[in-house]
C-alpha cells in the first residue's frame, strides 16, 4: 500500500500547517468526511479480493484514525493557542492603582457647626431651631431694637414683599440668630441653656470678610443668678475646645440692644498669637463674639419675668472662627461650591 503511506504523509503534513480550525474542518472534510478520499478507499476495500480485504481494511482503518486523532489534536490545540493569544491582548496590569471612587465631602461650615453643637452639648447646652424667615417683631422689636435702628434699614436688611401684618410687622430674611431668644422662651420655662446655629443674611457689599450670607451660633442661658463670669467660663472652654489649644480672650464693653450689660469677646490672634498681623489688622485681637447679659425688655418680650430670671446671651460669627481655624481668607469661598477649595477639609 504505497499510495495509503503516501496519502498519510500528505495529510499529516496538510493538517501541521494548518493554522485555524476552519481550515483544520476543511481537511476532515476533504479526507475523512463521507466523499473524502480515505473514506473511498474504506469503501474500495469491498473489491479487492477477499484474502487481501482483511489487511487493506486494517492498515485504512490505522490510517484513518491516525488522522483523526491528528486532526482533534491540532483544533484543541489551535483553540487554546488562540484564547491564549486574546487574554496576552487583553492584559491586565494588577499592579497599576485603582480609579478613586468620588464621594462627598461634608462642607467644613457643617463640620464646623457639628463640632461646635458638640462641645456646648457636653456642657449641657441644647440645641434650638429658628426660622430664616422672621417677622419685624421677633427680629428687631422682641429684641428691644428701637424703631429708628440703621439696621432696620433697606440698605442692611433683606425684606420681603408682603403684606404688612400689625402685630408682626414686615418679614425678613433674619439678619442674626438672635430671634431665636424670643421663640425659645415662649415655649420653655427657665432655668435652661440652649444653642442656635444657622443662617444669616444681610444686604451689603460683598468683600473676602464680608457676604450676603453667613453662619451664627446663638447661644443663651437662663437661670437663677447667671453671671457674665458664667459667659465667660463657657466661652473659655468652648474656644479651647474648638480650636484645640489654649486660646486668650478679653472682654470689651460695647452695645447691643437686647443685651446690659454688652460685651464684644476678642480671641487673641490664632495667626500671630497677639503680635499683630494682616488676620488681625495688626491689633493682635479677633472680635468674634457679640454677648452680654439678657436686656430685661427681651426678658419680658419672651414671657419671663425678669426680677425672678436672668441670664446671658452670646452670638457668635460661625464663618469667621472656621476661617481662623483653617485660615481661609476669603469668606465667599465657603459659598463658591469650588470643589478644589471643598475638597481640602
Ligand atoms: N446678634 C448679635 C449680632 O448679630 C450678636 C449678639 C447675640 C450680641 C447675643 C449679644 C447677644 O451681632
Given at each position: 500500500m504505497e499510495g495509503l503511506n503516501l496519502l498519510k504523509k500528505n495529510i499529516s503534513k496538510k493538517i501541521e500547517n494548518a493554522d485555524d480550525v476552519k481550515k483544520l474542518n476543511e481537511i476532515f472534510q476533504e479526507y475523512l468526511g463521507k466523499k473524502g478520499e480515505i473514506m473511498q478507499a474504506v469503501k474500495s476495500?469491498?473489491?479487492?479480493?477477499k484474502e487481501k480485504r482483511a489487511k487493506a481494511g486494517k492498515e485504512i482503518n490505522e490510517v484513518k484514525d491516525f488522522l483523526q486523532t491528528k486532526i482533534d489534536e491540532k483544533i484543541q490545540e489551535t483553540k487554546e493557542r488562540i484564547i491564549k493569544e486574546a487574554g496576552e491582548k487583553e492584559w491586565i496590569d494588577i499592579t497599576i492603582p485603582g480609579k478613586r471612587i468620588k464621594t462627598g465631602y461634608i462642607h467644613p461650615l457643617t463640620q464646623s457647626i457639628r463640632s461646635a453643637v458638640e462641645i456646648f452639648q457636653s456642657m449641657g447646652f441644647s440645641v434650638a431651631e429658628g426660622l430664616e424667615i422672621e417677622t419685624e417683631w421677633y427680629n428687631f422689636d422682641a429684641l428691644n431694637v428701637p424703631k429708628d435702628h440703621p439696621a432696620r434699614d433697606v440698605q442692611d436688611t433683606f425684606w420681603l414683599k408682603q403684606e404688612k401684618d400689625n402685630k408682626q410687622g414686615k418679614k425678613l430674611m433674619r439678619c442674626h440668630t438672635s430671634a431665636v431668644q424670643i421663640h425659645y422662651m415662649e415655649k420653655n420655662n427657665p432655668p435652661f441653656r440652649i444653642v442656635a446655629p444657622g443662617k444669616v443674611f444681610r444686604h451689603e457689599a460683598t468683600d473676602a470678610s464680608h457676604d450676603v450670607q453667613f453662619h451664627q451660633l446663638e447661644g443663651m442661658m437662663v437661670g437663677k443668678g447667671v453671671s457674665l463670669a458664667n459667659l465667660k467660663a463657657v466661652i473659655n472652654e468652648f474656644l479651647d475646645n474648638f480650636f484645640n489649644k489654649k486660646v486668650e480672650i478679653r472682654l470689651r464693653p460695647s452695645y447691643f440692644p437686647f443685651t446690659e450689660p454688652s460685651v464684644e469677646i476678642d480671641i487673641k490672634?490664632?495667626?500671630?498669637k497677639g503680635k499683630g498681623c494682616s488676620v488681625c489688622k495688626k491689633t493682635g485681637w479677633l472680635e468674634t463674639i457679640g454677648a452680654g447679659m439678657v436686656h430685661p425688655n427681651v426678658l419680658k418680650a419672651g414671657g419671663l419675668n425678669p426680677k425672678f430670671w436672668q441670664g446671658f446671651a452670646f452670638g457668635m460669627g460661625i464663618d469667621r472662627l472656621v476661617m481662623m481655624k483653617y485660615k481661609i481668607d476669603d469668606i465667599r469661598l465657603f459659598y463658591s461650591g469650588d470643589i478644589k477649595f471643598l475638597e481640602q477639609f
Open positions: 476495500i469491498g473489491k479487492l479480493p490672634c490664632l495667626n500671630c
